[in-house]
DNA sequence: TTGTACGCGTTATCAG
DNA sequence: CTGATAACGCGTACAA
């Protein structure tokens, strides 16, 4: 017996070196040969749920053990047809703003024996040279949190390749997509400020007809007029912890007073909206100015701010993403699925959210519209 | 000249249906087919500095350009050995509290001509499953951002993969890495802060031996011992947010008093034991106790904060790491280099970095140590 | 259950 | 510069 292992030993030794003589990897071939049995049979045992004897995997996967083998990859999608990989195309700000979304959507594709090709857009031009990449490389299918044109996805249906797009629709087009409603969540919040009492709202939304900050100024804007409040100031924004300032101020400048409240189109521009009124202006938030945001990023939570907003079901959106793509991918649909989900208001302590007691004087009047000194513009 | 080119163009429709129905891909055959040339010459045009004529070069792109053929990376990769892929292992919590390093890995790889292969890492447990895929997937080389153990080292040099570690380091071991040097900033930080006449100091670290905030801790630690301070009370922290408040109370407690300072491992638990101290405690950051902590994350420099850190280079760190491996990769090199960085000091406002001004009195009176209630325990 | 033979789509070699 | 041919390493009918 020790006879017989030393001696598959010693030829795994000097079949090993001739290996390395020739320069070349270990194959099926090599594994076979040192198992005494036929490619196909290697093959086989690294194949879940094949028809292979105890006997012989044994005899393989001691063999495949002892010239460290492992399946080549790229010869296996070759012939499968299926790298098992899915393009990831994600902008640089969606990863420094959402983080978690990145290792939730992995943590997702990989339970559903999928690698990750990730690419990350520094503009959103560089998605030309990204798609001919994913081309190249024979993904599976692709998750984008990144904005592309009706052409692009127009060449994604002529591949036949499955694609979804996360948090970004596209007008008058057949594509799967998983979103938060922002439109609700804009809604929502406008709602909710506005039973408390407050009457002119200021919004900084975002810089992009598209964006998920447009769209909850969208939202927000629409239920101000429904309840016949006075027309919102908006200003753009570039989603940046900077712009929050700016769109105060750019607020307080073109109503000539402070409003009630802020909407901001995310939390980082609340976060500075928040410490430029409260900093810079001496403002009591939420005493003298509501400020709310969105996405519940983590310092929103933190004590300085813990920031009036709502949470996107960002876990379930990258599972809900994840699934999508996977029956796509598994089952050759091509029907097009869109998955909504809606966000979860978080009270937070910078926005007011109850009417002010004062019982019989009208919820306009709560918090007075303070006349600012020159200085602050 | 029209007719002519709409019979090319009427070819390629018939040819492309003819490869639907056989449900294959376009292959360099068609695409060779099309344009009346060989398969070779084909592959040679998509081959950048290969030697073809102008005449070719034009017909095989035009017969491209209809057929929509790209060509099949992992068929290349199969006869080239290079995939030109390399794989990034990450733990969940490197991208959490720096999100901007994989923009700028992604980014340097990407300028070298290399796709990235993500693995994110929920528990450094999860190193095993990864780096079978990584041998799977043929990638060319390998940046870990997370803990590998002496074996896992030892075998991607038995697989002859290059291997880069980014801010971590193998004791004893010949292994390519990059590194931003903690413990001189650790002792950076402590030597200023005692310059400003800190003499008690409390140091939140890290949960693990190798971590980096247990690296900026013994810095500190070394410095504040040369300088014959008394020696600081260290408690262990896990990074997060709530590391810093219950670091500072078991501080606080372990002293029986406030200290002179604290110095926090991370910037986040800097960020949460300067709310603690300033909202719950209610003290003077930095008039009663000064705050210190690592990394200049983006939050570090928000108003509310504007915390005394120190940062890491991250664009050049992740370039080096790209430089680093894909020399490695293109030269075969098997020798090792570790590339060290310095991090750069931040002053902020959350750490007194001056002696008071009183003049003959001995430093250490500075900021007296305040006996706090028993209630904050 | 096992082995044979073939093909996946490309690049590399070499003769013309 | 061009074309024929042989790899690259594996999965899978098919026959045994």
């Given at each position: ?116 090709l990730l690419f990350t857009l520094q503009h959103e031009g560089d998605v030309d040279r990204v ?104 200003v753009p924004g570039a989603y940046d912890y900077r712009s929050g300032a700016l769109g105060l ?129």
């Amino acid at each position: 017996m020790s006879k017989t292992n030393s001696t598959v030993e010693d030829s795994a030794t000097t079949l090993k070196a001739m290996i390395a003589g020739e320069n070349r990897r270990v194959t099926s071939y090599d594994v076979a040969q040192l198992a005494g049995v036929s490619q196909s049979a290697v093959s086989r045992c690294f194949k879940p749920g094949a028809s292979v004897s105890k006997a012989t995997y044994a005899l393989v996967m001691k063999a495949a053990a002892l010239l460290d083998y492992i399946p080549n990859a790229a010869a296996r999608s070759l012939i499968t047809r299926r790298s098992n990989m899915v393009a990831l195309i994600i902008t640089n700000q969606a990863n420094l703003y959402y983080p978690e979304l990145l290792a939730e959507l992995s943590q997702q594709l990989t339970a559903r024996g999928q690698r990750v090709l990730l690419f990350t857009l520094q503009h959103e031009g560089d998605v030309d040279r990204v798609l001919a990449d994913v081309w190249q490389y024979q993904v599976d299918g692709v998750i984008a949190a990144a904005r592309l044109t009706p052409e692009h996805v127009a060449e994604f249906e002529r591949r036949r390749m499955p694609l979804v797009l996360f948090n970004r629709k596209l007008r008058d087009q057949s594509v799967n997509t998983v979103t938060c409603d922002h439109v609700e969540s804009g809604r929502m919040l406008a709602s909710r400020l506005a039973a408390a009492g407050h009457r002119q709202f200021g919004i900084i939304a975002g810089n992009d007809p598209y964006s998920v900050a447009t769209e909850r100024q969208r939202g927000a804007c629409e239920r101000i007029a429904e309840l016949g409040l006075p027309a919102p100031v908006v200003v753009p924004g570039a989603y940046d912890y900077r712009s929050g300032a700016l769109g105060l101020k750019a607020i307080i400048a073109q109503l000539g007073s402070l409003p009630d409240a802020i909407i901001c189109g995310s939390d980082v521009m609340a976060i500075g909206c928040l410490d430029f009124a409260r900093h810079e202006l001496g403002l009591d938030v939420p005493g003298q100015l509501s400020v709310a945001g969105f996405d519940a990023v983590e310092p929103s939570n933190w004590i300085s701010y813990n920031l009036t907003t709502l949470r996107q079901p960002l876990p379930k959106m990258a599972a809900a993403a994840a699934d999508l793509l996977c029956s796509r991918i598994d089952r050759h649909e091509t029907d097009t699925e869109r998955r909504v989900f809606s966000a979860q208001f978080i009270e937070g302590a910078t926005a007011r959210l109850t009417p002010v007691a004062t019982s019989m004087t009208p919820p306009a009047m709560a918090t007075p519209s303070l006349r600012l000194p020159i200085a602050i513009m």
